[in-house]
């Protein structure tokens, strides 16, 4: 069992929570009902880092997990997704003059970030991926991908702007493979664009539903700096982004080769003291734990009335007038999930949601009508609950608040939105880059407003 930290390779770990058997596969759903109801789980166990404040899953077993063509962990179906990716694409443009280089995407998925990042740049790129499906070569870009894996045998990569994007959370050994990237630039002089889960979220309340299994590390700012400054990269910008779930860097080759000590962080701010997410760290178990039990409890109907964690969320209830404590709890059959995404499958195994829960609404075409692994619940299109009986949704990420209840209008379906324990935040970019705070909003049509704050 590892014992070392995978971002600040510090030579300890404390112990922090166990997840006790959540689905193996999650960007997989499952085409029958018995084949959800059989999907192979496993327990998180989850440890922490005391020197940099990063979370560690040290029962990971990479032998289980297998990316293909099946894998589809896409969010362009939502329109709130969409905007966020449109208005980082160009922050990256802009920040990176991204016209007169070649990009590098690994971990390009199904190629829509990297298609509107060289279509926006007028640039050529070039995408890896294992799940990629589709042409070789974009119709819509100068594009060409390639369905593999990135590692050494791609020893020369055909470009000086690397973008990496929701990768290194699910690899064993992130520092190998950041040395990878970094010698396959030799002596260019090039940067990159890195985004993980942020492990500082996941230590929050709101986190509680984002432990996956196929995610090794969550890393905290001060553990993502120190592994990429470890691989031979100088950060150059932290930040986070939509509504702190995402974490970033950005850094440039590194002149001359360091050797770093273990456990030795990157000197200068990253983002907050790491001292304070070592103590967030050291009293998550606690709170998990009692949201876990909170929610378990009002879907057994064993939650003091008023008291569950839907309690207080009730704004029918407020619109009416009525007494919240009359209100029907989670056992009525009439709720729905919105999002078959990882917070949602992950929720629903966690908190034993069972029959209390009608089906799983996803704007993902590919998902509807599959069942989500360990519950067996169904996959529904949006269309699909117009006639249905509901009085909730439950939203696992608050960020699409605003889209979920203007679909439910459009439907006609009145029933209430519950996010789950996190209010909506807006989707922009917050960071410092070079020593001024920056911060980029989305726009409604998908563009991006830039407001830079000197000395920030
Ligand atoms: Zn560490």
Same mark, same amino acid.
């Given at each position: 069992?590892?014992?070392?930290?995978?971002?600040?390779?510090?030579?300890?770990?404390?112990?922090?929570?166990?997840?006790?058997?959540?689905?193996?596969?999650?960007?997989?759903?499952?085409?029958?009902?018995?084949?959800?109801?059989?999907?192979?789980?496993?327990?998180?166990?989850?440890?922490?880092?005391?020197?940099?404040?990063?979370?560690?899953?040290?029962?990971?077993?990479?032998?289980?997990?297998?990316?293909?063509?099946?894998?589809?962990?896409?969010?362009?179906?939502?329109?709130?997704?969409?905007?966020?990716?449109?208005?980082?694409?160009?922050?990256?443009?802009?920040?990176?003059?991204?016209?007169?280089?070649?990009?590098?995407?690994?971990?390009?998925?199904?190629?829509?970030?990297?298609?509107?990042?060289?279509?926006?740049?007028?640039?050529?790129?070039?995408?890896?991926?294992?799940?990629?499906?589709?042409?070789?070569?974009?119709?819509?870009?100068?594009?060409?991908?390639?369905?593999?894996?990135?590692?050494?045998?791609?020893?020369?990569?055909?470009?000086?702007?690397?973008?990496?994007?929701?990768?290194?959370?699910?690899?064993?050994?992130?520092?190998?493979?950041?040395?990878?990237?970094?010698?396959?630039?030799?002596?260019?002089?090039?940067?990159?664009?890195?985004?993980?889960?942020?492990?500082?979220?996941?230590?929050?309340?709101?986190?509680?539903?984002?432990?996956?299994?196929?995610?090794?590390?969550?890393?905290?700012?001060?553990?993502?700096?120190?592994?990429?400054?470890?691989?031979?990269?100088?950060?150059?910008?932290?930040?986070?982004?939509?509504?702190?779930?995402?974490?970033?860097?950005?850094?440039?080759?590194?002149?001359?080769?360091?050797?770093?000590?273990?456990?030795?962080?990157?000197?200068?701010?990253?983002?907050?003291?790491?001292?304070?997410?070592?103590?967030?760290?050291?009293?998550?178990?606690?709170?998990?734990?009692?949201?876990?039990?909170?929610?378990?409890?009002?879907?057994?109907?064993?939650? @003091?009335?008023? /008291? !569950?964690?839907?309690? $207080?969320?009730?704004?029918?209830? +407020?619109? =009416?007038? #009525?007494?919240?404590? *009359?209100?029907?709890?989670?056992?009525?059959?009439?709720?729905?999930?919105?999002?078959?995404?990882?917070?949602?499958?992950?929720?629903?195994?966690?908190?034993?949601?069972?029959?209390?829960?009608?089906?799983?609404?996803?704007?993902?075409?590919?998902?509807?009508?599959?069942?989500?692994?360990?519950?067996?619940?169904?996959?529904?299109?949006?269309?699909?609950?117009?006639?249905?009986?509901?009085?909730?949704?439950?939203?696992?990420?608050?960020?699409?608040?605003?889209?979920?209840?203007?679909?439910?209008?459009?439907?006609?379906?009145?029933?209430?939105?519950?996010?789950?324990?996190?209010?909506?935040?807006? @989707?922009?970019? /917050? !960071?410092?880059?070079? $020593?001024?705070?920056?911060?980029? +909003?989305? =726009?409604? #049509?998908?563009?991006? *407003?830039?407001?830079?704050?000197?000395?920030?």
């Amino acid at each position: 069992m590892r014992q070392t930290c995978p971002a600040c390779q510090a030579p300890a770990l404390e112990p922090l929570i166990v997840v006790d058997r959540t689905p193996v596969i999650i960007g997989v759903l499952c085409s029958t009902e018995e084949d959800a109801l059989g999907a192979v789980r496993r327990s998180l166990d989850l440890h922490l880092c005391g020197v940099c404040g990063t979370v560690v899953n040290v029962a990971f077993d990479p032998d289980l997990l297998e990316y293909d063509g099946h894998y589809d962990n896409s969010l362009h179906y939502s329109g709130t997704f969409r905007a966020f990716s449109a208005a980082l694409a160009r922050r990256l443009v802009d920040t990176h003059g991204l016209a007169a280089r070649s990009i590098v995407e690994i971990g390009s998925g199904k190629g829509d970030f990297l298609r509107e990042l060289c279509r926006l740049a007028g640039s050529s790129g070039t995408g890896y991926d294992p799940t990629y499906v589709g042409p070789d070569r974009a119709e819509d870009a100068d594009v060409a991908f390639i369905v593999d894996y990135y590692g050494p045998r791609y020893s020369d990569l055909p470009g000086d702007f690397v973008v990496c994007r929701h990768v290194l959370e699910h690899i064993e050994n992130p520092l190998a493979f950041l040395r990878n990237i970094r010698d396959a630039l030799g002596e260019r002089d090039a940067s990159m664009y890195l985004e993980v889960p942020n492990g500082g979220f996941m230590l929050s309340e709101a986190g509680a539903w984002d432990y996956i299994y196929p995610h090794v590390t969550y890393f905290s700012p001060a553990g993502l700096a120190a592994v990429i400054t470890a691989a031979g990269f100088d950060v150059t910008g932290t930040g986070t982004a939509f509504g702190d779930q995402f974490l970033w860097v950005e850094a440039r080759t590194a002149r001359a080769s360091r050797d770093i000590a273990p456990g030795t962080l990157a000197p200068g701010d990253v983002m907050g003291t790491v001292g304070d997410y070592v103590a967030s760290g050291r009293r998550f178990g606690s709170r998990y734990r009692d949201v876990v039990g909170r929610w378990t409890k009002e879907f057994a109907g064993e939650a @003091t009335p008023g /008291r !569950g964690p839907t309690a $207080g969320m009730d704004t029918k209830a +407020r619109h =009416t007038g #009525a007494d919240a404590q *009359a209100q029907p709890d989670l056992t009525s059959g009439r709720v729905l999930v919105w999002g078959a995404g990882a917070k949602g499958v992950n929720f629903l195994n966690v908190v034993g949601a069972g029959a209390a829960v009608a089906g799983v609404v996803d704007l993902n075409p590919n998902k509807q009508g599959t069942f989500i692994p360990g519950t067996g619940h169904r996959v529904l299109a949006p269309e699909e609950i117009a006639g249905m009986d509901i009085d909730r949704v439950l939203l696992p990420n608050a960020l699409y608040l605003d889209e979920v209840r203007a679909f439910l209008d459009k439907l006609d379906v009145r029933a209430e939105v519950i996010p789950l324990l996190t209010e909506p935040r807006g @989707t922009g970019t /917050r !960071g410092t880059v070079g $020593g001024s705070t920056d911060e980029y +909003r989305s =726009t409604p #049509a998908g563009g991006s *407003a830039h407001v830079r704050r000197q000395g920030g």
